[in-house]
């Protein structure tokens, strides 16, 4: 069965910058899309960045500009760069394909942001 484990959070001041990574335990994504998803306490799960087989990236407008989503193919691994972190980037972080699979949700990282 496929894991993905992400790791890279913590606590950051605003305007702060971390970065996220997700490994796989199965090469999966040469095969998908893969995104980022997060949930903030009392909101559902939402997509925060997505990245298709073929390179194209696609944000939520509250993070266009700040995050980037990437992959290392050698290891499919995928990453987000975080930067300019604001409050409301506090969540639980995941990731998964795109569309997500319920059987490839993790434990996700948890990024909190306060000063």
């Known amino acids: 069965q496929v894991q993905l484990v992400e790791s890279g959070g913590g606590l950051v001041q605003p305007g702060g910058s971390l970065r996220l990574s997700c490994a796989p335990t199965?090469?999966?994504?040469?095969?998908?899309?893969r995104a980022w998803y997060r949930q903030a306490p009392g909101k559902q799960r939402e997509l925060v960045a997505l990245?298709?087989?073929?390179?194209?990236?696609i944000y939520i407008d509250s993070v266009v500009g700040r995050f980037t989503i990437s992959r290392d193919n050698a290891n499919d691994t995928m990453f987000l760069q975080m930067n300019s972190l604001k409050h409301e980037d506090t969540a639980v972080y995941y990731c998964?394909?795109?569309?997500?699979?319920?059987?490839?949700w993790g434990q996700g990282t948890q990024v909190t942001v306060s000063s």
């Open positions: 998964n394909t795109a569309p997500e699979r319920a059987d490839y």
């Open positions: 990245l298709t087989i073929g390179g194209r990236t």
């Open positions: 199965a090469s999966i994504f040469s095969i998908y899309d």
